[in-house]
């Protein structure tokens, strides 16, 4: 059992979303930066996608009323358990009545905690993730606030170091100078003048406060124009695409954006950029560069290869750590 | 000429729009969705409006086999009929519940209840599925009622708001932002989670708007 001690409308619990809901008009959501959530679930020996939660408003403090192992992962904040501060990436367990607590990140924009078992809410249209906009999943739908008590699914008792164990390969961040973000073109790119393409892989895109699950706005100085109008129907879009609505300035769909849009595409983030986005924090340049889908397909396969070695490397190391 | 987009690597966007909207195609999307959804290798198929939207596994599946077989399913896929409910949906027209209806009327060049009367006459059919959780594009609307999105949407557009855009007509599932145009209000529940079928209306259900008793 934990206890929420700080209250926020934007801390929620995430699993890996409702990706067959979609055709419901039901938000993909989950994870922002699923690779940190599977990081987190990998330390703590659950299946990748267990709920933990998605945390973006510090300080964060949860209690343990119970002995519980956890993880913290994904943005680089510093964390301690009472007095005894935690590296990055990080898996301890928790004895009843100690507290953790997570600041402000120093890089990165959300923290995952995950615990071993992973939380136990009731699974909504097949998911755990708390959906905002639906008012259901996670915890009664909504954020997590003060004085929330959860509970986790039944495991085995992980046996961890006394000191926790943690990664040494941690997932990437966004560098201080800037976010690239690779994409792919999509259905529009071709309507957008010659000079609108230049600038969109040129420019210095800015991350504006209006970034949130659904969507982030970007700013540049110079609007993406159409070489001539477009009347869309209604069509289904996925987190990643890259809106253009008619002031210029691009929206990127993130995890719980509509399911159906109608502004023209420029481009699509492929999905370990988009991670890197959601980590990427407001005020900070973002910048595009254009790949080919078979570079997409290589990256993708390449991450996908990697969570599957770690896994082993983890495993392989569990068996061998002697207490 | 029906187009394939990359949306990203495991998502294709097939795009048969051809001028206005067109009910065989939209027929044709239907049956290729279903044909797709059949597939193992098919995540998910998102109908919209006269195009189709396809996600997969692009760790599993090459993109190009899977934009292969979603040209060959659209090329074979036929036009038929498929099986519909009628839903009957009672609105309050204007008043508090419908704030847009003079906007709607003046550029309909219609009064406030020949507006109403369009809107009730339509048989509508549910096209698409989508934006947000049960949310319904409905096609059929009276021509000239096919006014434009409003340039700012509004932020909050209550649960329950019957509205018209863009040629379109639909309801609000949920409370949400919206540039929709709001004619009245329904008190159906169009989309529960909790329900074993959580959305109310399916692809290709026929809808008809009744002034609430």
């Given at each position: 059992?934990?206890?929420?001690?700080?209250?926020?409308?934007?801390?929620?619990?995430?699993?890996?979303?409702?990706?067959?809901?979609?055709?419901?008009?039901?938000?993909?959501?989950?994870?922002?930066?699923?690779?940190?959530?599977?990081?987190?679930?990998?330390?703590?020996d659950?299946?990748?996608?267990?709920?933990?939660?998605?945390?973006?408003?510090?300080?964060?403090?949860?209690?343990?009323?119970?002995?519980?192992?956890?993880?913290?992962?994904?943005?680089?904040?510093?964390?301690?358990l009472?007095?005894?501060?935690?590296?990055?990436?990080?898996?301890?367990?928790?004895?009843?009545?100690?507290?953790?607590?997570?600041?402000?990140?120093?890089?990165?924009?959300?923290?995952?905690?995950?615990?071993?078992?992973?939380?136990?809410?009731?699974?909504?249209?097949?998911?755990?993730?708390?959906?905002?906009?639906?008012?259901f999943?996670?915890?009664?739908?909504?954020a997590?606030?003060?004085?929330?008590?959860?509970?986790?699914?039944?495991?085995?008792?992980?046996?961890?170091?006394?000191?926790?164990?943690?990664?040494?390969?941690?997932?990437?961040?966004?560098?201080?100078?800037?976010?690239?973000?690779?994409?792919?073109?999509?259905?529009?790119?071709?309507?957008?003048?010659?000079?609108?393409?230049?600038?969109?892989?040129?420019?210095?895109?800015?991350?504006?406060?209006?970034?949130?699950?659904?969507?982030?706005?970007?700013?540049?100085?110079?609007?993406?124009?159409?070489?001539?109008?477009?009347?869309?129907?209604?069509?289904?879009?996925?987190?990643?695409?890259?809106?253009?609505?008619?002031?210029?300035?691009?929206?990127?769909?993130?995890?719980?954006?509509?399911?159906?849009?109608?502004?023209?595409?420029?481009?699509?983030?492929?999905?370990?950029?988009l991670?890197?986005?959601?980590q990427?924090?407001?005020?900070?340049?973002?910048?595009?560069?254009?790949?080919?889908?078979?570079?997409a397909?290589?990256?993708?396969?390449?991450?996908?290869?990697?969570?599957?070695?770690?896994?082993?490397?983890?495993?392989?190391?569990?068996?061998?750590?002697?207490? | 000429?029906?187009?394939?987009?990359?949306a990203?690597?495991?998502?294709?966007?097939?795009?048969?729009?051809?001028?206005?909207f067109?009910?065989?195609?939209?027929?044709?999307?239907?049956?290729?969705?279903?044909?797709?959804?059949?597939?193992?290798?098919?995540?998910?198929?998102?109908?919209?409006?006269?195009?189709?939207?396809?996600?997969?596994?692009?760790?599993?599946?090459?993109?190009?086999?899977?934009?292969?077989?979603?040209r060959?399913?659209?090329?074979?896929?036929?036009?038929?009929?498929?099986?519909?409910?009628?839903?009957?949906?009672?609105?309050?027209?204007?008043?508090?519940?419908?704030?847009?209806?003079?906007?709607?009327?003046?550029?309909?060049?219609?009064?406030?209840?020949?507006?109403?009367?369009?809107?009730?006459?339509?048989?509508?059919?549910?096209?698409?599925?989508?934006?947000?959780?049960?949310?319904?594009?409905?096609?059929?609307?009276?021509?000239?009622?096919?006014?434009?999105?409003?340039?700012?949407?509004?932020?909050?557009v209550?649960?329950?708001?019957?509205?018209?855009?863009?040629?379109?007509?639909?309801?609000?599932?949920?409370?949400?932002?919206?540039?929709?145009?709001?004619?009245?209000?329904?008190?159906?529940?169009?989309?529960?989670?909790?329900?074993?079928?959580?959305?109310?209306?399916?692809?290709?259900?026929?809808?008809?708007?009744?002034?609430?008793?």
């Amino acid at each position: 059992m934990i206890e929420i001690l700080t209250g926020s409308s934007l801390n929620t619990i995430q699993d890996f979303g409702r990706p067959h809901a979609m055709a419901m008009g039901v938000a993909q959501g989950g994870g922002m930066d699923r690779l940190a959530l599977s990081h987190g679930n990998l330390l703590l020996d659950n299946p990748l996608d267990a709920a933990g939660i998605e945390i973006v408003f510090f300080p964060f403090r949860v209690r343990f009323h119970t002995e519980t192992s956890f993880a913290v992962t994904g943005a680089v904040c510093p964390a301690t358990l009472d007095d005894l501060k935690l590296p990055r990436d990080w898996a301890i367990t928790a004895r009843p009545g100690q507290t953790l607590t997570l600041r402000a990140p120093e890089q990165g924009a959300r923290a995952y905690l995950t615990f071993r078992g992973g939380l136990d809410v009731p699974p909504v249209l097949g998911a755990r993730s708390t959906d905002l906009k639906g008012g259901f999943g996670g915890l009664e739908g909504r954020a997590l606030q003060k004085g929330d008590r959860l509970s986790c699914l039944a495991a085995s008792t992980l046996c961890l170091p006394a000191a926790g164990y943690g990664l040494t390969r941690p997932c990437p961040l966004p560098h201080a100078d800037g976010t690239r973000i690779r994409v792919l073109p999509a259905a529009e790119h071709e309507v957008f003048t010659p000079e609108s393409l230049k600038t969109f892989h040129a420019a210095s895109w800015t991350l504006t406060p209006s970034a949130n699950r659904m969507g982030y706005r970007l700013e540049g100085q110079n609007a993406l124009k159409l070489s001539r109008p477009l009347s869309l129907f209604s069509h289904g879009i996925l987190p990643g695409t890259v809106q253009v609505p008619p002031a210029g300035q691009p929206i990127i769909q993130m995890m719980d954006a509509n399911t159906c849009g109608g502004y023209p595409k420029i481009a699509t983030v492929i999905a370990p950029d988009l991670r890197l986005l959601s980590q990427t924090v407001v005020g900070a340049p973002v910048h595009f560069e254009t790949i080919t889908r078979n570079e997409a397909v290589q990256i993708i396969r390449q991450e996908a290869a990697d969570l599957k070695r770690l896994a082993t490397e983890i495993a392989t190391l569990r068996t061998q750590l002697v207490f | 000429m029906t187009r394939i987009h990359m949306a990203g690597a495991g998502g294709l966007l097939l795009d048969a729009a051809n001028g206005p909207f067109s009910d065989t195609t939209q027929r044709r999307i239907w049956a290729t969705s279903r044909e797709l959804n059949t597939r193992p290798d098919v995540l998910q198929t998102i109908p919209g409006v006269n195009n189709l939207l396809v996600t997969f596994d692009a760790v599993q599946t090459d993109p190009s086999a899977m934009e292969e077989l979603l040209r060959t399913v659209w090329t074979q896929a036929s036009a038929e009929e498929v099986p519909s409910r009628e839903i009957v949906v009672p609105v309050v027209y204007g008043g508090a519940f419908g704030e847009d209806l003079a906007l709607v009327a003046r550029f309909a060049n219609l009064t406030e209840e020949e507006t109403i009367d369009a809107h009730m006459a339509g048989r509508y059919s549910v096209a698409a599925i989508g934006a947000m959780a049960g949310f319904v594009y409905l096609t059929g609307l009276d021509s000239r009622l096919a006014i434009p999105r409003r340039d700012s949407p509004r932020l909050r557009v209550e649960e329950g708001a019957v509205v018209i855009g863009g040629g379109h007509a639909g309801m609000m599932p949920c409370t949400s932002p919206s540039g929709w145009h709001i004619l009245g209000r329904t008190d159906l529940c169009l989309f529960d989670a909790f329900r074993p079928e959580p959305g109310l209306l399916r692809l290709g259900d026929t809808v008809r708007f009744v002034r609430a008793s």
